[in-house]
């Protein structure tokens, strides 16, 4: 399996970033697949997820009504829109996937058995 994260780099605070993480190695269309991130001192933290179908969506609140969650199981992709970045959002974003039984888990990070390498988002002030 395999998962790779791109679509990171340098913003200015309030501009807008596009992830993509393309999944191989496992059956995408029934899987849930999650981004968290990691800033420097910091624990991983949950982001954003999405379930198979794309019916189910489940943000931290601190993203709410500015990040979103989509994919697209042709491509076997999935993507983070983020709009109005902080520099709160500087961090290293993974993608993940996971057989998560319900979205009540979807923040756990024990939930997904498969990791992206991350990629890498700045955020200037």
């Known amino acids: 399996v395999q998962l790779q994260a791109s679509g990171g780099g340098l913003v200015q605070a309030g501009g807008s970033l596009r992830l993509s993480c393309i999944v191989s190695?496992?059956?995408?269309?029934?899987?849930?697949l999650g981004w968290f991130r990691q800033a420097p001192g910091k624990e991983r933290e949950f982001v954003a997820a999405?379930?198979?179908?794309?019916?189910?969506?489940r943000y931290t609140d601190s993203v709410k009504g500015r990040f979103s969650i989509s994919r697209d199981n042709a491509k076997n992709t999935v993507y983070l829109q983020m709009n109005s970045l902080k520099p709160e959002d500087a961090a290293v974003y993974y993608c993940?996937?996971?057989?998560?039984?319900?979205?009540?888990?979807?923040?756990?990070?024990?939930?997904?058995?498969?990791w992206g390498q991350g990629t890498q988002v700045t955020v200037s002030s």
């Open positions: 190695g496992r059956t995408f269309s029934t899987t849930t």
């Open positions: 999405i379930s198979w179908s794309g019916s189910t969506t």
């Open positions: 993940a996937a996971g057989s998560v039984r319900d979205s009540y888990y979807y923040p756990l990070i024990r939930e997904y058995e498969d």
